[in-house]
């Protein structure tokens, strides 16, 4: 990569989430090489911090620009009729600081990389499977978005994608030669997870979770992370394991509808929710067992961190990811109809609502994850086998092979699109 070179990261904003966690770091790593990289948000939210170190995050902010004001949960009209002015400021300011390359993840982002100009290299990461975005968009959202990829991708020199599942779906989607397309997992820092892992945090309640038995999930309380089936499912393991419990690592807009199911339950007692932790290492390393419930997700990192904390990992085999990772080399396009004892983790059929009833009887996805984590539960040594499968599985998502595949990525000299 030219040391000259100078690069633009354009994400819509930095709520918490997998594809902010990823520019973040892409972010950090270019700066600590020297080069000269800038850090635009179109939006003002800030929900994470730049660094986990805050030293070091300062010095990052200096690098940080937003072209306006307006908050990510603000309707979808006012973005509509801010984006116009956050385009220009956009052009204006790759014009004045003479950007060569321009990476955007997040759609908005992305296409506002499609639309610019003067800059020589155009990369989109694209974190999430098209079709699982556009279902839950509004109509107007969804019909946008799907209007400007369709004429607009052709310009980008490159669409990156974070699993091959996610990207074999956008290409029936829309027309991107094979060579303008790649694949960049994830990357795992193992190294800064342990350091984390022993800073518990405060309060006799949270340390008495953790001195007991427990399975933890962690995500943003919405519909799509499948929290709701979670609960439902775990109604079923508590009565077959008295003493466990579930601890569930975040917030969002389901917190009331959860706490009311949980009381419906009656597991108060059972059910943790210490709401959002910044640092979620200390949970996943103590819990038995780590379960993901999504009903979609592009390349879910906290899957990949619960492996490299040494946790056993119960996980939907959803859209996309789980299957590259907890099965490598077998077909990410068929999905399991049971429960599979993959060779790094244990796989269950997708989830087929997102939403059941409070007292409708279990489905049979949700039987089969319940059945498989007590499958984990009362069998040691299958989950001590899990335990040191998902963590070598893990180092094959070490920082260095991955940011090798960023800097390569981004350097100038690479596969270059139609301006």
Not at 258 to 265: A, G
Not at 323 to 351: H, M, W
Request: proline share 6%; hydrophobic share 40%.
């Amino acid at each position: 990569m030219g040391s000259d070179q100078k690069i633009g990261i354009l994400i819509t904003c930095l709520e918490i989430g997998g594809a902010q966690k990823m520019a973040l770091q892409v972010f950090d790593m270019l700066d600590k090489m020297g080069r000269p990289v800038f850090l635009i948000t179109t939006d003002q939210t800030l929900g994470m911090p730049l660094h986990p170190d805050k030293i070091r995050a300062g010095q990052l902010e200096k690098k940080l620009i937003q072209l306006s004001r307006i908050d990510i949960n603000q309707p979808t009209y006012h973005k509509i009729l801010a984006a116009p002015y956050q385009y220009l400021k956009l052009i204006a300011y790759i014009r004045k600081n003479g950007l060569d390359t321009l990476l955007s993840f997040e759609d908005r982002a992305n296409i506002f990389n499609m639309l610019s100009v003067y800059t020589k290299k155009r990369i989109i990461s694209i974190r999430h499977p098209m079709r699982s975005v556009l279902v839950v968009k509004d109509p107007l959202k969804r019909i946008l978005i799907r209007l400007f990829f369709l004429i607009f991708c052709k310009r980008v020199s490159k669409a990156n994608f974070n699993s091959r599942e996610s990207m074999d779906e956008f290409k029936t989607l829309f027309s991107l030669p094979d060579q303008r397309l790649s694949v960049i997992y994830n990357f795992c820092d193992h190294g800064i997870l342990n350091s984390k892992k022993d800073h518990l945090p405060p309060g006799k309640d949270i340390n008495d979770v953790m001195n007991g038995e427990f399975i933890v999930a962690c995500g943003r309380f919405k519909p799509v992370k499948g929290f709701i089936n979670l609960v439902r499912v775990f109604k079923r393991v508590s009565r077959k394991r008295p003493g466990v419990k579930l601890v569930l690592l975040g917030d969002g807009p389901l917190r009331s509808s959860l706490e009311t199911m949980i009381r419906h339950f009656g597991l108060q007692g059972s059910v943790v929710l210490p709401g959002f932790q910044e640092n979620t290492a200390p949970w996943i390393a103590r819990a038995a067992i780590f379960v993901l419930t999504s009903q979609s997700e592009g390349f879910p990192n906290v899957l990949l961190e619960s492996m490299a904390l040494k946790t056993a990992v119960v996980s939907v085999d959803c859209v996309s990811g789980p299957r590259e990772i907890l099965s490598p080399g077998s077909d990410y396009q068929c999905k399991t109809k049971t429960i599979d004892f993959a060779a790094n983790g244990v796989l269950t059929p997708p989830l087929k609502t997102v939403d059941p009833s409070l007292d409708a009887p279990l489905d049979f996805p949700e039987t089969c994850m319940a059945e498989a984590i007590l499958v984990l539960l009362q069998d040691p040594e299958l989950r001590v086998h899990y335990e040191r499968a998902g963590y070598k599985r893990s180092l094959d998502f070490s920082t260095p092979g991955q940011q090798k595949k960023w800097v390569d990525l981004i350097r100038p000299d690479a596969e270059m699109g139609g301006r």
